[in-house]
């Protein structure tokens, strides 16, 4: 029964029974079993199987070496058609041309835009990660420079060749990956990865001289930045530090902690011990959630109200104005806002604020230095806002206030109880930078303007002529035709689903461009409609369709190659292709049967290729 199915085990039982009767040995006698001379049971029932069942069970059977199972192939492995090259055996970096489809208003119109990328290669050929061709710049210049000055260490971490590191720095940044520190496990998830935004670093690095960011990675880090700390101890392979908490922190430093309300109280508690127990200028500007509506009520608020000499709210933005950004190998939208204002807030002591942060004073132009500070950051927020969008409105904290024109109060750094693990820990200035910002490390003049720019122009043309030219694709992206499906999911409504078929002009196969919307919402479900609605009949509506119009264009395709980000669908025509018996009940049947039936009536072979979703394809 195991091997043929109940059906066809019925039947060789019934085979068996008649040939006993009409005194044929049908197997070799076992021991202590009956023989055939012995009577049989006249009054056993002989099992009743209709030609329908019998031919049902060897449906399986009939299909193996039918052309039928050779007209369908399915590549599970995810691809990237745009990028994808020949496998040359070993991680490699190319910048290359990539296109980008752009959808315009309405659903039939788009174009393709050619962005310049660097891609990140496995040895395999596959494209597994891309970004922005001037972070790989930087990222090169980091890791020359701890070949060049610190290649004991890298010997101790065991790193690669450039190309091989990026991709593990890649990797190591995808959603879900652990970062093992001293003493406890930290997993990186997406919505922790979101930093403080290009614009406002730079603004805070012009205004205050912030040359150290505290919680960072190598792909978001600002590319004037000397030095910075990571989770990760592979990331010392492009200059990073480990763990902002193995140092008292010292000079003008950035600090973006994850967005939960223990990480930003033991930020605020950290930067406030080191401003306290040091001597040197010290001062640390954070960016800091809200967590809820009265922003006197978080957790760390506490500390900033006990330690006004040290503590500083300086000034309140909006939520939807702090788009912050996630690091370009995630395949998450850009930007993302919280659901809370966050606050800006200067941590220092009185050399610190003297040096890096003169509230109280007057500017050249004679305006109050904080004016100034909200005009620079409200004009840095704008930036990463759409014309329709709402006026930005930076608003300082107690404008109006006393303290504005009043510097800090000179106290001696006394405070009761210190955290024992802060006592163990050495300044940050006791060691060698094992970095520098891309303005030293191209030798740019810092002093005069538009260094940073000047600087990431250099870089990039390092790079590019560090590199060799990108190779041949593996695949002709235009032979491809692309599906994907989407629902909207709606407790009070009927769930809604759509899905799209782009297919890329082809003079050779006869194809033009176009988009296609389909309305795929089954009708006639009141009582189901969640159940028979779902992501499922969506890819494969966009499936079916991509299928159907391949096969009506006037140019005969041996090949019909359709790219989806659904692998449920693929396996799902295939075992409609290979095992129809095991398909007789599902909830998309009908679609399923018109894949195949479509595969069945044409002549070549058609392919089902699994690509990354949101990943530009």
Request: glycine share 6%; aromatic share 8%; proline share 7%.
């Amino acid at each position: 029964v195991w091997d043929t199915g109940l059906p066809a085990a019925k039947q060789q039982l019934r085979q068996m029974l008649d040939a006993r009767d009409r005194g044929e040995d049908t197997a070799p006698v076992r021991r202590g079993s009956r023989t055939a001379a012995e009577p049989a049971d006249a009054d056993r029932p002989t099992p009743d199987i209709d030609a329908a069942t019998l031919s049902q069970a060897r449906l399986y059977d009939i299909t193996i070496g039918q052309q039928s199972r050779k007209q369908l192939k399915i590549h599970p492995n995810p691809i990237n058609p745009h990028v994808d090259i020949h496998p040359t055996g070993r991680h490699e970096v190319f910048i290359r041309q990539v296109p980008q489809y752009r959808r315009e208003e309405g659903y039939a119109n788009g174009n393709i835009t050619q962005l310049t990328i660097a891609c990140i290669y496995q040895p395999d050929g596959r494209c597994t990660h891309m970004m922005p061709p001037t972070l790989a710049a930087t990222l090169y210049q980091r890791y020359q420079y701890m070949r060049q000055h610190h290649a004991t260490k890298l010997e101790k971490l065991k790193a690669g060749t450039y190309a091989e590191e990026l991709h593990k720095l890649a990797c190591r940044y995808n959603d879900g990956t652990v970062a093992s520190l001293q003493k406890e496990r930290y997993v990186v998830e997406a919505r922790h990865q979101r930093c403080m935004p290009t614009p406002l670093k730079t603004t805070i690095q012009q205004i205050v001289g912030c040359t150290k960011e505290r919680f960072s990675s190598p792909l978001t880090v600002h590319a004037g930045t000397s030095e910075y700390w990571t989770v990760h101890q592979q990331d010392q392979a492009f200059g990073a530090r480990c763990d902002a908490y193995k140092v008292r922190w010292t000079g003008a430093s950035m600090a973006c902690p994850d967005f939960t309300e223990e990480q930003a109280s033991k930020a605020v508690m950290w930067a406030l011990q080191s401003a306290m127990h040091t001597d040197v200028p010290t001062l640390t500007m954070l960016l800091l959630p809200t967590h809820s509506k009265d922003s006197s009520a978080t957790g760390y608020m506490k500390w900033v109200r006990q330690h006004p000499e040290y503590c500083k709210h300086l000034a309140t933005l909006p939520r939807s104005a702090v788009k912050l950004q996630f690091p370009p190998n995630t395949r998450i939208p850009p930007a993302d806002t919280l659901k809370w204002n966050t606050q800006l807030i200067a941590i220092g002591n009185h050399p610190g604020y003297e040096e890096y942060l003169p509230y109280w004073k007057a500017t050249s132009e004679g305006m109050a230095w904080r004016y100034k500070f909200r005009e620079a950051i409200q004009t840095a927020l704008e930036e990463g806002t759409e014309p329709d969008d709402a006026p930005v409105r930076v608003a300082l904290n107690d404008e109006h206030g006393r303290w504005w024109s009043m510097p800090p109060s000179q106290t001696e750094n006394t405070v009761t109880t210190i955290a024992g693990s802060f006592k163990r820990r050495p300044a940050d200035n006791k060691h060698e930078p094992r970095s520098q910002s891309v303005e030293q490390l191209m030798s740019c003049n810092t002093q005069v303007a538009g260094a940073l720019p000047r600087a990431i122009r250099a870089a990039s043309n390092a790079l590019g002529a560090a590199l060799p030219a990108a190779p041949t694709l593996r695949y002709d992206w235009t032979e491809f035709i692309y599906t994907d499906g989407s629902v909207v999911s709606d407790k009070d409504v009927y769930p809604g689903i759509g899905a799209g078929v782009y297919i890329p002009g082809n003079p050779r196969l006869g194809r033009e461009e176009q988009a296609i919307a389909i309305d795929c919402l089954q009708k006639g479900s009141p009582g189901y409609p969640a159940a028979v609605n779902t992501i499922n009949r969506a890819e494969l509506a966009a499936i079916d369709l991509a299928l159907k119009t391949a096969l009506e264009d006037t140019v005969a395709e041996p090949e019909i190659h359709i790219a989806t980000d659904s692998l449920t669908s693929m396996y799902q025509v295939r075992r409609a292709n290979t095992r129809p018996q095991d398909i007789k009940e599902h909830r998309h049947l009908n679609i399923i049967t018109s894949i195949a039936d479509a595969i069945g009536s044409h002549t070549g072979v058609v392919h089902l290729w699994k690509v990354r979703s949101h990943i530009g394809i």
